[in-house]
């Protein structure tokens, strides 16, 4: 299975820039779909963004398209999700999760590993 370990969470002034990785363990990294979700106090966990087992394909929620990319590494085993003119709605912790099968569909209970998170916080 995929142990999954966040980092690169911090506290970052309004308009600035973050970038977060999540480290994999498994021998199987490069065909497992990767994404990022986010949730705030208070608020249901959120789809934040998607890539393939290849990285040919890639999906983003409204609310950040435009500001985040995410990429991955698989010789390297990372995923990355780099994060520009950060708003103070998107203070969050952030999962990375990962899931082995195919699916077009973005919810919550659609993976199957998931990281513990990191806190990103930003300031106005």
């Known amino acids: 299975q995929e142990q999954l370990v966040e980092s690169g969470g911090g506290l970052v002034q309004a308009g600035g820039s973050l970038r977060l990785s999540c480290a994999a363990s498994?021998?199987?990294?490069?065909?497992?779909?990767m994404a990022w979700f986010r949730q705030a106090p208070g608020k249901e966990r959120e789809f934040v963004a998607a890539i393939s087992w290849s990285g040919a394909s890639t999906h983003y929620a409204d609310s950040v398209k435009g500001r985040f990319t995410i990429s991955r590494d698989n010789a390297k085993n990372t995923v990355y999700l780099q994060m520009n003119s950060l708003k103070p709605e998107d203070t969050a912790v952030y999962y990375c999760?990962?899931?082995?099968?195919?699916?077009?569909?973005?919810?919550?209970?659609?993976?199957?590993?998931w990281g513990q998170g990191t806190q990103v916080t930003v300031s106005s």
């Open positions: 999760a990962a899931r082995s099968g195919v699916s077009n569909r973005y919810a919550v209970e659609s993976w199957d590993y």
């Open positions: 498994g021998r199987t990294f490069s065909r497992y779909a």
